[in-house]
Structure formats: C-alpha cells, structure tokens
T-cell receptor
C-alpha cells in the first residue's frame, strides 16, 4: 500500500483480556517501530525491528507486551492481561533503513480503550 | 538520557508567521526531526536537521544549533489547516534508532 496501515483503528477490551494490534508497513521498508502515545503526549518508543529481527525492546513497559514480525513484513503487537493503564494510541512506523536521514512514516494508529 | 522541551500551546493568525521552539539535552545526538500531527491522525514527517543551520521546504523551515541544544520550526503564510500539534523528536543513533519525542506544541490558527 501507499502508507503504513494499522488495524483495528479502534479496540475496546475488558481488563484482563488479551489484544492483538496489526501493522502493515510500507512495502520494502526494512525497519519497523512501535510507539505508544498517551493523550496530550508525544509518542513513546516501545520496540523496533530490522526485517524479522527485534533489535530493541527496551521500551516495552512490562512482560505483558510482546511484538513479532515473523516474515519481516507485517508486525503484531500483543498485550496480554490488559490493564486500564494500557489505554493509549499505539502507533506503528516504518522506514526504508535505519539512520539519521531516514524519516519514519507513521500509521494512523490503533486507539485502545481498556474498560 | 534525553530531555526535550516545547511550548504546550501557541496561537497565531492566518497569514502570519509562527516559530515553534524546541530545546533539548541529550547525551547523544545524530539528528532532529519535526512532525505534524492532526488530532486522531498519524504524525506526518515535515523536516529533519543533522547539521547546524536552516533547512527550507516550502512554507516550512527548520533550524538547528547543536551547540545550544536548540531547534525551531518556522511556518510561513499560515493556513487554517496548519492547526495541529507539532512534535520535535531526537534521533540518537549509535545503536539507538528510535525517535525520542517532545510532548508536542498544539498550534491553533485563527482567522
């Protein structure tokens, strides 16, 4: 596709449920990033991949968060046993390569609400 | 670590020029990005600076002074559609490839 595609756009779950968020990056983009954005804040880094390799997951807030990109294209962010503080917008971004001159292109995000 | 400061909100008049400042403190620096984000939408890349100086791109320009830890985004000939949040983001590089964002500046353009 022309841009980064994320689904679903909105997700409502009850506390304790598991959720899975999908990201389809721009075709040919090697690098993929996940960010979490709380209301009125800037995005905060969660994790990133180069192809299928997860190179940094230091931003994942707890072991309930898990991300994968098994074939180096589509990525899934999974949150187990959701809690209310997980409510946020989850943004996915991709870039052609890693580096200072490579802008990251963002999807519209998934707005997650935990009841 | 990194610390990034931006004004929370700004208001400017249609047709005018506005400057959005970003100051930062960081232990590693390899670039600074500016993004625009309309409510409920994706951040959209505007510009980046790696070296000191001014980068111009149409109505938008971005300036960087690495020695002062300072950048600004200059928006000229403001239009109503420029009402959005503007995010300053640092790229550290050296094995840390993520962007570290400021909290963003919400710009309101009024007639």
């Amino acid at each position: 596709g022309a841009g980064v595609s994320q689904s679903p756009r909105y997700k409502v779950a009850k506390r304790g449920q598991d959720v899975a968020l999908r990201c389809d990056p721009i075709s040919g983009h090697v690098s993929l990033f996940w960010y979490q954005q709380a209301l009125g804040q800037g995005p905060e880094f969660l994790t990133y991949f180069q192809n299928e390799a997860q190179l940094d997951k230091s931003g994942l807030p707890s072991d309930r968060f898990f991300a994968e990109r098994p074939e180096g294209s589509v990525s899934t962010l999974k949150i187990q046993r959701t809690q209310q503080e997980d409510s946020a917008v989850y943004l996915c971004a991709s870039s052609l390569h890693l580096g200072a001159r490579q802008p990251q292109h963002f999807g519209d995000g998934t707005r997650l609400s935990i009841l | 670590g990194q610390n990034i400061d931006q004004p929370t909100e700004m208001t400017a008049t249609e047709g005018a020029i506005v400057q959005i400042n970003c100051t930062y403190q960081t232990s590693g620096f390899n670039g600074l990005f500016w993004y625009q984000q309309h409510a409920g939408e994706a951040p959209t890349f505007l510009s980046y600076n790696v070296l000191d100086g001014l980068e111009e791109k149409g109505r938008f320009s971005s300036f960087l002074s690495r020695s002062k830890g300072y950048s600004y985004l200059l928006l000229k000939e403001l239009q109503m559609k420029d009402s959005a949040s503007y995010l300053c983001a640092l790229y550290s590089g050296a094995g840390s490839y993520q962007l570290t964002f400021g909290k963003g500046t919400k710009l309101s353009v009024i007639p």
